[in-house]
Structure formats: C-alpha cells, structure tokens
T-cell receptor, first 110, second 113 residues
Framework: GIQVEQSPPDLILQEGANSTLRCNFS?????LQWFHQNPWGQLINLFY???GTKQNGRLSATTVATERYSLLYISSSQTTDSGVYFC????????????FGKGTKLSVIP | ETGVTQSPTHLIKTRGQQVTLRCSSQ?????VSWYQQALGQGPQFIFQ???????GRGNFPPRFSGLQFPNYSSELNVNALELDDSALYLC????????????FGPGTRLTVT
C-alpha cells in the first residue's frame, strides 16, 4: 500500500516564528487532507487539497501531486497551534480510506 | 449543522469482553468510516460503511465488525478484546464514499485491562 512520511517528527518553535511541515507519499493520490489533532484527540480539518495552494488565515498548504509531496506552512505561530499535524491521502481506484502519516508534533512556546 | 458525535467518551473493559462504540454522522453525510489510533501513531483505517453496507475494510480481524443504520449513524463492535485493542477509536463521516473530505468526531478512548 501507499506510504506516507511526514517530517520533521518533532518541532519546537518560539511564539511568532514560522514553520514548514512536509508530507511525502509513495504513489499517486486522488486527494489529500491536512489535520490538526488537539491535546484531547480531536482531529480538526485544515485543508482538503489534491493539488495547488490554499490559504486559511495564518495557515497555507501546497500539494505538488506530480512530485508526490505536500507542504503545510504555519506563519506567526501561536501557543494554540501546538499539537500533532497529520497528513492523510486517498489513493487507488475507488479509494475510500485515508492513509495517515505518523504526524509532526509541534510545540509552540511563549 | 451538527458535527460528528461519538459515545461514550471513555471506556474501560477487561480482556475477553465485547464492546460497542457509537457514532452519529454529520447531517447530510451518508458515509461513515472508523479508525483506530494507538498512542503516538497516526489513525489506521478499520472499515467504511456506505448506505448500510460495508464499503471497504483495512487490515483488521473479523472480531472488528460494524453496522450502519438508515439514519446513517454507525456502531463499531469489537469481540474478544485484547490488550492491544487499547486505543482512541475515531469515527469520520463524509458526503459520499470515495475520496470525499472526511470529518472526524472527538473519539472514544478504550482501555483494555
């Protein structure tokens, strides 16, 4: 099956700093989602992005499907951005399951 | 618009017992998927239900089974619980099967002792 790798696994930022999280995938995908998992376990949808670039406030995402990667940019980080960020992909004919990476754990310190 | 809800929030069971977890999909969504998330890992796909039929299954044994009801709510049943079944169980709903955007509930944390 498809492999999804996220980097870095852990990231510590000072409040106000910018960061880039990367997601590489081993095969072509039909779609891709980015999530933020808060400390209580809730997965919050950030982006649904098969290709191109989307922006939502301080966050933006870019997927280059032909090169099999996606990037999540966080600007002017805040302590509430802390948590685990997951990339998940749909692949294969009739794809119905999301395959997740292991996540990037982000800690933003004041 | 009501989001995805799950019950119970937490559950403690003994090895060998059976458990049922419940999920109500977001309004207007007809597809429900279940995922298991072990500590420190990403969620892993268990199965998906679309219009009350199992639409696809991940690499989980038959003691993991499910149902979807006419109102699109769903249950996950796990028989003969093992210690390794301790995890966060997440339900997600979507507008349709296939590569539709999935929206997750808050999860049920199951501990097997």
């Amino acid at each position: 099956g498809i492999q999804v790798e996220q980097s870095p696994p852990d990231l510590i930022l000072q409040e106000g700093a910018n960061s880039t999280l990367r997601c590489n995938f081993s095969d072509s995908v039909n779609n891709l989602q980015w999530f933020h998992q808060n400390p209580w376990g809730q997965l919050i949808n950030l982006f649904y992005i098969p290709s191109g670039t989307k922006q939502n406030g301080r966050l933006s995402a870019t997927t280059v499907a032909t090169e099999r990667y996606s990037l999540l940019y966080i600007s002017s980080s805040q302590t509430t951005d802390s948590g685990v960020y997951f990339c998940a992909v749909y692949s294969g004919a009739g794809s119905y399951q999301l395959t997740f990476g292991k996540g990037t754990k982000l800690s933003v310190i004041p | 618009e009501t989001g995805v809800t799950q019950s119970p929030t937490h559950l403690i069971k003994t090895r060998g017992q059976q458990v049922t977890l419940r999920c109500s999909s977001q309004s207007g969504h007809n597809t429900v998927s279940w995922y298991q998330q072990a500590l420190g890992q990403g969620p892993q796909f268990i199965f998906q239900y679309y219009r009350e039929e199992e639409n696809g299954r991940g690499n989980f044994p038959p003691r993991f089974s499910g149902l979807q009801f006419p109102n699109y709510s769903s249950e996950l049943n796990v028989n003969a619980l093992e210690l390794d079944d301790s995890a966060l169980y997440l339900c997600a709903s979507s507008l349709a099967s296939g590569a539709s955007e999935q929206y997750f509930g808050p999860g049920t944390r199951l501990t097997v002792t």
